[in-house]
C-alpha cells in the first residue's frame, strides 16, 4: 500500500474506522504528504467482507473514476473531497 501511495498510484485510501490509531495517523501522514484523499468508514470486518478478503483495514483505490464515484455515494451523491 504504501508504495502504491509514494508512486501517486493510489487516488483514494479508505480507512476501517476501528483501524488503530497508530496505523491511521501513519496512512493519513503519507496521504497527506503525497496529496492523497482519505475516508474513515464502516469497520475492519464490513470492509473485508466488500472486497472478499479477510482482517483488511486499509484499502487502496487506484482508478480516478471509481475513486470519485466511492466519494459521491458517500457523500449521497455529491462530489466533495474528503481529507
Not at 472486497?51 to 483505490?61: L, M, P, V
Given at each position: 500500500m504504501l508504495v502504491g501511495i509514494k508512486k501517486h498510484k493510489i487516488k483514494l485510501v479508505i480507512l476501517a474506522n476501528d483501524t488503530s490509531d497508530k496505523t491511521k495517523k501513519n496512512i493519513k501522514y503519507v496521504c497527506t504528504t503525497s496529496n492523497i484523499k482519505v475516508i474513515e468508514y464502516s469497520t475492519i470486518q464490513k470492509l473485508s467482507n466488500a472486497?472478499?478478503?479477510?482482517?483488511?483495514?486499509?484499502?487502496?483505490?487506484t482508478d480516478d473514476n471509481f475513486s470519485e464515484g466511492i466519494?459521491?455515494?458517500i457523500n449521497g451523491g455529491d462530489l466533495l473531497w474528503i481529507k
Open positions: 472486497i472478499g478478503k479477510n482482517n483488511k483495514a486499509i484499502i487502496g483505490i466519494i459521491k455515494k
